[in-house]
């Protein structure tokens, strides 16, 4: 395993195995997510939480640093006018395994955030998703009930849900691990948590979603999308 985090960026950018390349994307802080129906005409998080629409993690420093023993990389950033701070512990052991700790901290005084957590790009050949988790179908913090914990797979076109105006989609809450994986391959990603998370995988780039009006200007990226959060805010009402 050959694994590498970009000094620009401060981001794990490259995870090998062998000469096969698993990341497609830069491992980075992400607040945001493609708005909802409710989101858009509902409660309008583009006036509401503009601010966290409007403005991406600055990097301030990478460095090598130590903690609790141990060895690794360590890259902060800011946002909003330093009114919010991140900062991405990377630690990697002998077998390739990596260790992320993230530390978030914000003014009390910003708006709601919208979610805290990473988005990455892997290669676009591990369409295989499996995961221990709620499930088998998308579910958010206030729409979870009925969903029962358990192991669930599915290629990455089913796990998502086409919504005819894209937007959000495909989250799964009580996420204790997924992997991505090519067919019938043991070649893939683990992301294990040690806490509950919240995940989702896209083939489709956020900006897309963001942008199309019907999923026929859905394209297919370069990369899958991965989004790695500790919690993101619920869907909301059904009267918007």
Do not use: C
């Not at 990341?23 to 909802?36: D, I, N, S, V, Y």
């Not at 005409?41 to 903690?67: C, D, M, S």
């Not at 969903?147 to 005819?164: A, C, K, L, R, T």
């Amino acid at each position: 395993v050959s694994i590498a985090i970009n000094k620009a960026n401060g981001a794990l950018t490259s995870y090998k195995k062998g000469i096969v390349e698993l990341l497609g994307q830069p491992m980075l802080p992400h607040f945001t997510r493609p708005q909802t129906d409710n989101d858009r005409k509902g409660w309008k998080t583009h006036r509401v939480l503009k601010q966290w629409y409007e403005n991406e993690p600055v990097l301030k420093t990478v460095e090598i640093k130590n903690a609790n023993g141990l060895n690794g990389v360590l890259s902060t950033y800011s946002l909003i006018n330093d009114s919010a701070q991140v900062s991405v512990f990377y630690v990697v052991d002998k077998s390739g395994t990596v260790k992320v700790d993230y530390t978030f901290k914000a003014d009390r005084a910003l708006p709601n955030i919208p979610k805290i957590g990473i988005q990455t790009g892997v290669n676009k050949g591990l369409t295989e998703v499996k995961y221990f988790g709620r499930g088998p179908l998308e579910n958010y913090i206030d729409r979870r009930y009925g969903f029962d914990v358990g192991v669930y797979q599915s290629d990455i076109y089913s796990f998502m849900e086409p919504y005819v105006v894209p937007q959000e989609n495909g989250n799964r809450t009580d996420v204790r691990w997924l992997s991505l994986s090519k067919p019938k391959s043991k070649t893939g990603l683990l992301i294990i948590a040690d806490s509950l998370l919240s995940m989702s995988a896209w083939p489709y780039t956020e900006k897309n979603i963001t942008e199309a009006k019907h999923t026929n200007k859905l394209n297919e990226a370069e990369f899958i999308t991965l989004n790695i959060d500790l919690i993101q805010m619920g869907v909301g009402g059904n009267d918007s």
